[in-house]
């Protein structure tokens, strides 16, 4: 109920400031056919189908001098060729509102809500998720931004996340983040402090409860315009829920990580930032043996620009609990890196590749599991008419995992064709 009205009194002050000016108003309908040959994403005996899926939706926007909120709602009917009883509704929507009430203090909050039964649909997409069960997937994200120097800002937000899955057998899940972020040159371009705080609860339906705190600390010295490097500190304490009675209470532990490391910063206009930490953390658990090793945080994006097109990179690494999942399997390290290239053979066919490496170790499983997960493949999009779009695409994934009974192998191909104009209509 304080999520409802949260979002609810976002929405009166946004609308309050943004109804008197331009509203924008943008319908669209699609049409697609999809291919998979391993529908259920299982080890062995994949089934393949044929699933068309029909939608109309519209966005809708208010954008006043302060102020902007912009609506978006896509149902989509999914019919499968060979299960018919798969048949049904998928929904799609989004809110995003921000608020500029003083000058240099910015309020904002975007929501986004998916029922569906495809895997893919999931907002924080996991490798665990296997069949064509119907889910709702819902993730919050709202906070207040503070700037009170050139470079020197101060933000508080809170995140969301809740999913509920219409198979019992499936984990559900609810988990909720306030956190903090502070960015202060005590030196005016030489010496910064960064800091991030965040607490998470996250509840689960048959998995044991957990709250985590997390803090990561940064000292930063600024040797260009574009490059610093940092000495930091990270600190995390993850405390479980557990029943004293119950006979299975060493199956999960308390823990806390201690990661010292060093670091640099490379920012190169908006095009280029890179950030990478190098360290070496040490986990103290409650029951088992104490382990340790070195570790890499990092957050990486980069676009090349050519003559028609663009190359995007992107990487991270690090370390989480596991607080959004099918399945509750806590403490992991991680790595993901993914690259898109686009490319203009004219001003109406477009095409792309894309590729993608998310490797994942859970620490916490006996014995530790490290699954690779692979996709890859291209699209050519045509812009037929200027209210009319058509796209071709193919996806090949594979999932390797410690566990054989988790592996798959999928290819999925896919033609949609969209209505939408190719601006909105407008009204003050």
Not at 55 to 80: I, N
Not at 127 to 152: C, K, M, P, V, W
Not at 301 to 309: A, D, H, K, L
Request: net charge negative.
């Amino acid at each position: 109920m304080k999520k409802t009205l949260m979002v609810c009194a976002m929405l009166a002050m946004c609308l309050s400031q943004a109804m008197a000016m331009e509203v924008t108003f943008s319908p669209r309908a699609m049409v697609s056919e999809e291919y998979t040959d391993n529908v259920d994403l299982t080890a062995d005996n994949e089934q393949e189908d044929f699933i068309t899926t029909t939608g109309v939706g519209a966005t809708l926007g208010f954008r006043g001098a302060t102020a902007g909120l912009t609506l978006a709602y896509d149902p989509e009917y999914a019919s499968y060729k060979n299960d018919s009883e798969l048949n049904s509704w998928r929904h799609y929507a989004s809110m995003d509102a921000n608020w500029q009430f003083a000058r240099n203090t910015r309020l904002g909050l975007i929501d986004s809500f998916v029922i569906s039964d495809d895997p893919e649909d999931e907002l924080e997409t996991t490798t665990e998720r296997r069949g064509r069960n119907r889910y709702l997937n819902n993730s919050i994200h709202g906070f207040i931004a503070h700037q009170f120097g050139r470079e020197d800002s101060v933000e508080l937000g809170y995140d969301y996340t809740w999913l509920d899955n219409e198979l019992e057998s499936i984990e559900d899940s609810q988990s909720e983040s306030p956190y903090g972020d502070l960015m202060w040159w005590f030196v005016e371009n030489q010496y910064g402090f960064q800091a991030h705080v965040d607490y998470t609860r996250s509840i689960f339906d048959r998995s044991d409860n957990f709250q985590s705190w997390f803090g990561d600390f940064r000292l930063r010295k600024r040797f260009t315009r574009h490059f610093d490097m940092f000495v930091q500190y990270a600190h995390m304490t993850t405390q479980y829920d557990k029943d004293p009675f119950a006979e299975d209470i060493d199956e999960v532990e308390d823990y806390t990580v201690y990661n010292p490391g060093v670091g640099f910063n490379y920012a190169a206009g908006e095009n280029t930032n890179i950030s990478v930490a190098v360290g070496y953390a040490f986990r103290d658990r409650e029951f088992s043996e104490d382990d340790e090793g070195p570790t890499i945080i990092s957050d990486i994006r980069t676009v090349i620009p050519y003559r028609r097109g663009a190359i995007t990179l992107d990487a991270s690494s690090g370390y989480t609990q596991d607080t959004f999942s099918t399945e509750n399997r806590g403490f992991n390290v991680y790595g993901d890196a993914g690259a898109l290239a686009e490319y203009g053979f004219t001003s109406r066919f477009i095409g792309d590749v894309t590729a993608r490496y998310h490797y994942v170790r859970y620490l916490d499983e006996d014995p530790v599991l490290d699954e690779h997960l692979v996709s890859a493949g291209p699209g050519l999009a045509y812009q037929a008419l200027s209210w009319m779009r058509f796209r071709l695409e193919y996806t090949y994934r594979t999932l390797f995992s410690d566990e054989p009974a988790s592996e798959y192998i999928e290819n999925r191909a896919m033609v949609s064709m969209i209505l939408e104009p190719s601006s909105p209509y407008r009204w003050n």
